[in-house]
């Protein structure tokens, strides 16, 4: 981990570039803005404008096609007539469509290709493919970070009892392989090990947060699946095995991270590996069923887990009976990563079970 | 990457995997509820991804026909086109290996595990890994033996057990490779989470009370282990009344029954004698057994 900066600090530098690279904007990009993010007059109209160029925002404006054939099936095609009303050779637009693609700003669909339908899917899709860097440039990706404002730790308050949400925790799985109980849902290498396709690629919250400081590898985005072949047939991703993906988050055991995926059984998506310096949804993610606990009697007091605690639910407390001060976790606020439990050097961390299997809906249900 | 919170997995709206369910605009929290309902149903209607029987343990209380159960098992999941990998986990009884046509005696696995065992550091290993002699080979199907306890005073037989269950927990399958287990009877190897790793509990029983009372005992311990698939094999029944009565019994302890070995001549001979299951008939009811499991039969 390189040096902890002050969260606040970097935000307001962050704001700062931002003010300085003002650029003015086209229209078509507050139009194009309005479809996923109303109302938004600085941010996500800049960013669209840095996505596409003038050419290619008059295509997305115009998309979907209404006069695709139906039954096309998903592609990125466009019909003559398409073409012939935007005014532009129809191998031009194709071209154009085909680098909105890799960008992450268009998508094949069933209805032939159209723009993201959420700011989330377009968070998602259009921070990963580096291939892009130079020419969206550092601004793009500090327009993004901006809008997530300033990275601090959870507060210890920041999750109600009764919370949902849409992502989960998984456990680092050396500190729960022997807790009897552990269910393959959360059992990292389980999960990795039952996909039929895994692609790892950049991970797009990283890349979004120019000062991150937590040290974790830009590439380490796992995606699973259908979201693997996407960014397989994008080209933003490389195919690995299970045990390649499993070999990886075995070193990021040095890092503070933690693992999230859906919040649900069936994993479908990918698992993450973040950290709060560049990661928002690890601020609401929801608890695993485990909670980690201290052995006083093991303990060295060397303080290490205090600092890998990304939640604040660690610190140094005097216990009564015991001399000098012993970690302590409240098991209130601990989410049940893992963290703390495999860095601890001698041994004094366990997890333990503390949550029935209904903790973890079927199907992503929490309405 | 995607759409992150698609709960269907798929990496963009109107993806082939897409249902428009809405979640990922719902503005509203009935929208989202409304969402919510319509991913419940769609994942009922299609079954999720449910994990591909490999590892089987076949339990019940002692003389309910776990090996005969074994061995028509065996026979069946090869007729179904799979390699099978038999393992006889029973620290007391031989005869597993004589029923499926084994000529000679397998090294004991527990050899392999202990403390100075070539396995006993090893995080995973896979049928090629294991040396010569601890795997005995008839048409097709692989045997190898935990151990036995053979001599009085030898001592306890946890060291037999826990290899056993390092065995269920480390072996890597290949594809279409399938494990099947002859436990030990009763609940004691459940009492040292031997099966935790296993994904298919198969509970013997025949028509007697106690063996119906340790049926539902262990089918609560496969569940607090967290096993998705448990089901029970009615053995040795000999009437329809017999059938009836027993199954009227089990349904109280909510276990499915995925099939019935009928009480069988031929089938009692060669359990007698010892020799390979000689009853075609038998075979076939394990095949339907088999079938009901892969039709993810579970309790």
């Known amino acids: ?367 | 990457m995607g759409l992150f919170h698609c709960p269907l997995g798929a990496p963009y709206y109107d993806d082939d995997a897409c249902i428009d369910c809405g979640l990922c605009y719902a503005k509203t929290h009935e929208e989202r509820v409304e969402a919510s309902r319509k991913i419940r149903e769609y994942l009922k209607a299609h079954a999720p991804r449910t994990s591909v029987v490999s590892k089987v343990a076949v339990c019940g209380k002692g003389g309910s026909g776990k090996t005969t159960a074994v061995a028509l098992l065996t026979l069946a999941f090869k007729e179904a086109g799979r390699r099978v990998i038999v393992i006889d986990a029973d620290e007391s009884n031989p005869g597993l290996g004589r029923m499926l046509g084994i000529k000679g005696e397998a090294k004991p696995l527990s050899d392999l595990f202990s403390d100075d065992g070539l396995f006993s550091e090893r995080e995973r290993f896979s049928m090629d890994d294991i040396p010569p002699g601890f795997v005995s080979a008839v048409d097709g199907v692989r045997f190898m033996a935990v151990g036995k306890i053979l001599d009085p005073f030898q001592g306890c037989a946890c060291s037999l057990a826990e290899s056993a269950r390092q065995v269920v927990e480390k072996l890597d399958l290949k594809e279409g490779e399938v494990l099947l287990l002859d436990m030990e009877a009763g609940v004691e190897s459940f009492g040292r989470g031997v099966e935790r790793h296993a994904d298919t509990i198969l509970i013997v029983v025949e028509p007697s009370f106690e063996s119906i009372v340790v049926a539902g005992r262990i089918a609560q311990m496969a569940q607090g282990m967290g096993i998705g698939r448990v089901g029970a094999v009615l053995n040795k029944v000999a009437s329809e009344a017999m059938a009836s009565r027993t199954l009227q019994e089990l349904e109280k302890t909510g276990l499915k029954v995925l099939g019935v070995i009928k009480y069988n001549q031929q089938l009692a001979g060669t359990a007698f004698e010892g020799t390979p299951v000689g009853s075609r008939a038998s075979v076939e009811e394990a095949g339907i057994i088999i079938t009901a499991l892969t039709r993810g039969g579970s309790s």
């Open chain 1, 1 to 367: 981990m390189t040096k902890q900066a002050d969260p606040f600090e970097v935000y307001a530098k962050l704001k700062a570039r931002i003010e300085e690279n003002k650029f003015p904007i086209e229209h078509i990009y507050f139009e194009l803005a309005n479809k996923i993010f109303p109302g938004d007059k600085e941010i996500m109209p800049r960013i669209m404008a840095r996505l596409a160029n003038a050419e290619q925002a008059k295509i997305v404006a115009a998309l979907p096609d209404p006069d695709l054939p139906a039954g096309s099936g998903k592609t990125l095609e466009v019909s003559d007539a398409f073409a012939a009303k935007l005014g532009m050779d129809k191998a031009v637009v194709t071209k154009h469509i085909r680098e909105l693609f890799k960008k992450g700003l268009v998508f094949p669909t069933r209805k032939g290709p159209n723009m993201a339908r959420t700011f989330l899917q377009l968070h998602d899709a259009a921070l990963g493919n580096p291939a892009y860097n130079e020419s969206l440039g550092r601004i793009y990706y500090d327009l993004w970070g901006f809008i997530e404002g300033p990275m601090n730790k959870p507060a210890p308050k920041d999750l109600r009892s009764d919370h949902t949400s849409e992502v989960r925790v998984v456990p680092r799985w050396p500190s729960v392989k022997d807790v009897p109980g552990v269910q393959a849902f959360e059992d990292a290498r389980a999960i990795l090990k039952s996909r039929d396709l895994i692609a790892l690629m950049r991970c797009g919250c990283k890349a979004s947060h120019t000062d991150r400081w937590c040290g974790i590898p830009d590439e380490s985005c796992i995606t699973l699946d259908r979201t693997a072949q996407y960014n397989l047939d994008r080209k933003t991703g490389r195919k690995i095995s299970a045990d390649e993906a499993i070999s990886i988050i075995e070193k990021y055991d040095r890092f503070p991270t933690v693992h999230l995926t859906v919040n649900q059984r069936e994993v479908t998506q990918l698992l993450c590996n973040c950290h709060y310096c560049c990661c928002l949804a690890i601020k609401f993610a929801q608890k695993s069923r485990f909670v980690c606990e201290v052995d006083t009697k093991k303990c060295k007091g060397c303080k290490v887990c205090v600092e890998r605690c990304q939640f604040q639910a660690t610190s140094m407390k005097k216990y009564d009976g015991i001399e000098g001060e012993k970690a302590f976790s409240d098991p209130e606020i601990c989410r049940g990563c893992g963290s703390c439990v495999i860095t601890c050097k001698s041994g004094a961390r366990t997890m333990k079970l503390v949550r029935p299997l209904e903790h973890v809906p079927e199907a992503l249900s929490i309405y």
